[in-house]
């Protein structure tokens, strides 16, 4: 066997072993909570490794050994907000969410501001993340494209055509199961290309790095991304789907701590990797950093195991949000369209908008672009109408909230997001608290003096 076929046989395996995975899963779907909640029975280790999973993505491993090639140690930020947000979520927020038995996030919102709300946040979390996997299968065509040549354009397809699949067969029970093996394939891959590459360039190089502030991320950038990315975890449809798979309100919380800390040492040997890559290719682009590491520092077999851990995070940051969509559309969406509709129909529509939320991301991702770029400006948006109503729905009695200024905070911090949120990427949150807090106080105000005035 040579050395182009020994990658091969390795790559083939991988994916051979998730489409198995997937249908075995498939088995054991027998309802709307099989498929869409694995039976709410997923305990510590699992929900641990899907959580993980489902954060270590292609901006998670590409884009962020980018961002160390670029701005060096400071790049471990984007991983880094994230733990922030979950440890945040970990203490103050993950049993309550459990403890509400939701299928989803916007079913979560609806409990707290009524069907508009659950409706709009439905179709911002839809659109937001039909972007979150298109970086998956972008990412997953640059590696497979590094490893063998030809077109990238093939190479997204196939991907997106496996990640599809699994999910389409087994829906949770396939994520989880996938993620679990997909995780450890992720950390064996990481250690070994670190372990290569600091043979090459010894440590020394880590003395003259700048953190937690730089000379290119000062302070304001570095809360710019605490804010926007963390809020992204806090608030995210994704780790929320995990939550409410868990078995308990216990579990849930245990799980997502232990999945910030695990991620905190992750976070910066990714960065160490790109700010390796720039001492030893100083002329290659940021995001090629991971590929060129992996084809200069590591032999045919290597390359394979490396190669299967970047596209396992891919596929498995791609599979959750997949699956997260899919049950928005069907739950939240069209259950309530065609409320008279029963579980097999329920189950065909979920499979359906599967295939095709997933082929409409493969679409998004044939027309090319930067990961980090994309990606934060999909989490701006999104934490722009997201953040603010959902943080304070679980308060909502106490500051006096109403389902209109929930309404409004969502649409107009969004739409702020959408158009200054690339030059200003903190100003949709504050437009969205301002109109959630003032448009409450009308409402209450006024709902007070309707009755006062029809007497």
Same mark, same amino acid.
């Given at each position: 066997?040579?050395?182009?076929?020994?990658?091969?046989?390795?790559?083939?395996?991988?994916?051979?072993?998730?489409?198995?995975?997937?249908?075995?899963?498939?088995?054991?779907?027998?309802?709307?909570?099989?498929?869409?909640?694995?039976?709410?029975?997923?305990?510590?280790?699992?929900?641990?490794?899907?959580?993980?999973?489902? *954060?270590?993505?292609?901006?998670?491993?590409?884009?962020?050994?980018?961002?160390?090639?670029?701005?060096?140690?400071?790049?471990?930020?984007?991983?880094?907000?994230?733990?922030?947000?979950?440890?945040?979520?970990?203490? %103050?927020?993950?049993?309550?969410?459990?403890?509400?038995?939701?299928?989803?996030?916007?079913?979560?919102?609806?409990?707290?501001?009524?069907?508009?709300?659950?409706?709009?946040? @439905?179709?911002?979390?839809?659109?937001?993340?039909?972007?979150?996997?298109?970086?998956?299968?972008?990412? $997953?065509?640059?590696?497979?494209?590094? +490893?063998?040549?030809?077109?990238?354009?093939?190479? #997204?397809?196939? $991907?997106?055509?496996?990640?599809?699949?699994?999910?389409?067969?087994?829906?949770?029970?396939?994520?989880?199961?996938?993620?679990?093996?997909?995780?450890?394939? *992720?950390?064996?891959?990481?250690?070994?290309?670190?372990?290569?590459?600091?043979?090459?360039?010894?440590?020394?190089?880590?003395?003259?790095?700048? %953190? !937690?502030? =730089?000379?290119?991320?000062?302070?304001?950038?570095?809360? =710019?991304?605490?804010?926007?990315?963390?809020?992204?975890?806090?608030?995210?449809?994704?780790?929320?789907?995990?939550?409410?798979?868990?078995?308990?309100?216990?579990?849930?919380?245990?799980?997502? #701590?232990?999945?910030?800390? *695990?991620?905190?040492?992750?976070?910066? /040997?990714?960065?160490?990797?790109?700010?390796?890559?720039?001492?030893?290719?100083?002329?290659?682009?940021?995001?090629?950093?991971?590929?060129?590491?992996? #084809?200069?520092?590591?032999?045919?077999?290597?390359?394979?195991?490396? &190669?299967?851990?970047?596209?396992?995070?891919?596929?498995? @940051?791609?599979?959750? !949000?997949?699956?997260? /969509?899919?049950?928005?559309?069907?739950?939240?969406?069209?259950?309530?369209?065609?409320? @008279?509709?029963?579980?097999?129909?329920?189950?065909?529509?979920?499979?359906?908008?599967?295939?095709?939320?997933?082929?409409?991301?493969?679409?998004?991702? +044939?027309?090319?672009?930067?990961?980090?770029?994309?990606?934060?400006?999909?989490?701006?948006? %999104?934490?722009? &109408?997201?953040?603010?109503?959902? *943080?304070?729905?679980?308060?909502?009695?106490?500051?006096?909230?109403?389902?209109?200024?929930? +309404?409004?905070?969502?649409?107009? &911090?969004?739409?702020?997001?959408?158009?200054?949120?690339? =030059?200003? !990427?903190?100003?949709?949150?504050?437009?969205?608290?301002?109109?959630?807090?003032?448009?409450?106080?009308?409402?209450?105000?006024?709902?007070?003096?309707?009755?006062?005035?029809? &007497?």
């Amino acid at each position: 066997m040579d050395a182009t076929d020994q990658t091969i046989a390795v790559m083939i395996s991988y994916f051979i072993v998730m489409i198995v995975i997937g249908a075995i899963s498939a088995k054991r779907v027998t309802g709307l909570d099989e498929f869409h909640l694995a039976g709410r029975r997923v305990r510590y280790v699992m929900l641990t490794s899907t959580i993980c999973a489902t *954060i270590v993505g292609a901006s998670a491993t590409v884009g962020m050994a980018g961002l160390g090639f670029k701005e060096g140690l400071t790049g471990a930020w984007w991983m880094l907000s994230g733990t922030v947000g979950l440890l945040v979520l970990s203490v %103050f927020f993950a049993q309550k969410i459990r403890a509400k038995g939701c299928y989803t996030l916007p079913e979560l919102i609806g409990t707290f501001y009524g069907e508009k709300v659950r409706t709009a946040s @439905s179709l911002l979390i839809i659109i937001s993340w039909i972007g979150v996997i298109c970086v998956q299968i972008i990412a $997953s065509g640059k590696v497979l494209n590094a +490893l063998f040549g030809g077109s990238e354009q093939m190479f #997204m397809a196939a $991907s997106a055509l496996v990640f599809i699949l699994y999910t389409v067969q087994g829906g949770q029970h396939s994520i989880v199961r996938t993620d679990l093996v997909q995780f450890l394939i *992720i950390l064996a891959g990481i250690v070994l290309l670190l372990s290569r590459t600091l043979d090459a360039t010894g440590f020394a190089f880590l003395k003259a790095q700048s %953190f !937690p502030v =730089s000379l290119e991320r000062d302070a304001v950038g570095v809360l =710019s991304m605490i804010l926007v990315v963390g809020s992204t975890y806090l608030v995210g449809p994704d780790i929320y789907s995990r939550i409410f798979l868990a078995k308990d309100s216990d579990t849930a919380r245990g799980s997502v #701590m232990m999945a910030a800390l *695990i991620l905190v040492p992750l976070a910066f /040997a990714i960065t160490i990797l790109g700010i390796s890559a720039k001492i030893l290719f100083p002329g290659i682009q940021a995001e090629q950093a991971l590929p060129v590491l992996m #084809m200069g520092m590591l032999s045919p077999l290597e390359r394979g195991i490396v &190669g299967s851990a970047l596209l396992a995070a891919f596929m498995s @940051s791609a599979a959750t !949000p997949l699956m997260t /969509a899919t049950t928005t559309m069907a739950l939240d969406l069209y259950r309530k369209a065609r409320p @008279s509709s029963g579980v097999p129909e329920l189950m065909r529509t979920s499979r359906l908008g599967a295939v095709t939320i997933g082929l409409a991301a493969l679409a998004l991702a +044939l027309t090319g672009s930067g990961i980090i770029a994309m990606l934060f400006s999909v989490y701006t948006i %999104f934490t722009s &109408g997201m953040l603010v109503p959902v *943080i304070g729905g679980f308060y909502k009695e106490k500051l006096g909230l109403t389902s209109l200024g929930a +309404l409004t905070a969502l649409v107009g &911090g969004g739409l702020t997001g959408i158009l200054w949120g690339k =030059s200003y !990427p903190l100003l949709g949150l504050a437009v969205s608290a301002v109109l959630l807090i003032v448009v409450s106080l009308i409402d209450r105000r006024h709902a007070k003096a309707g009755p006062a005035t029809a &007497g």
